[in-house]
């Protein structure tokens, strides 16, 4: 099973409706992040969250919100979804006691906003 | 955050060694050279990091500059396995913070 799990897999749309990305990981991390990717941009950080009490702002927190609702789970929401925000989003998880503090990324969400 | 440019494509013949080049200058000296790669529309995978010695694991070798500027990233055998999207990133290990800042990173493509 993979270790970091992320769904729907892919999701198509309207423009207003509110999205729930979730996100469930098993390797006992606490840290999580929420990234979003477009074309020929990278990888750009939306949210990340250091402990189930503890939420921060990323590069493109605009539009967005998250919940940590436990250790294992951090779900991002669109409020009201825009055809700009169509894009990969990606989940990771990571361990500051880890000893190459590595992130590792869940396999993505495709959501496109019509 | 330090910030790495890297050329946007690279091509390498399978079997060769592929060397990925980052520049970093404005790199500070907490901050460790970590390397990603993303196969399409796959997650980023982890391939290696290092502070300012050279590095070797199973996937790869990192070699830093001394003054820790610029460094490379070399596969040493590419396989067409190895066409992805690789990206070179800076990071603080401060447990404090914590962000990975990617940018858009080399396309790769092993050519048969």
């Known amino acids: 099973d993979a270790d970091v799990t992320q769904t729907p897999r892919n999701r198509i749309t309207k423009t207003g409706k509110r999205i729930m990305l979730e996100c469930s990981q098993t390797?006992?991390?606490?840290?999580m992040y929420w990234y979003r990717q477009d074309p020929g941009l990278g990888l750009r950080l939306i949210y990340y969250?250091?402990?189930?009490?503890?939420?921060n702002k990323g590069e493109i927190s605009d539009g967005y919100s998250v919940s940590r609702q436990a250790q294992a789970k951090f779900s991002l929401s669109l409020e009201s979804a825009i055809p700009n925000q169509t894009a990969l989003y990606f989940c990771a998880t990571s361990d500051p006691g880890g000893g190459e503090n590595e992130q590792f990324f869940g396999p993505g969400t495709r959501l496109t906003v019509l | 955050d330090a910030k790495t440019t890297q050329p946007p494509s690279m091509d390498c013949a399978e079997g060769r060694a592929a060397n990925l080049p980052c520049n970093h200058s404005?790199?500070?000296?907490?901050?460790?050279v970590y390397w990603y790669r993303q196969i399409h529309s796959q997650g980023p995978q982890y391939i290696i990091h290092g502070l300012k010695n050279n590095e070797t694991n199973e996937m790869a070798s990192l070699i830093i500059t001394e003054d820790r500027k610029s460094s490379t990233l070399i596969l040493p055998h590419a396989t067409l396995r190895d066409t992805a999207v690789y990206y070179c990133i800076v990071r603080s290990m401060k447990t404090s913070y914590d962000k990975v800042i990617f940018g858009p990173g080399t396309s790769l493509s092993v050519i048969p």
């Open positions: 390797k006992g991390h606490d840290r």
């Open positions: 404005t790199i500070s000296g907490n901050e460790y």
């Open positions: 969250s250091f402990d189930v009490k503890d939420i």
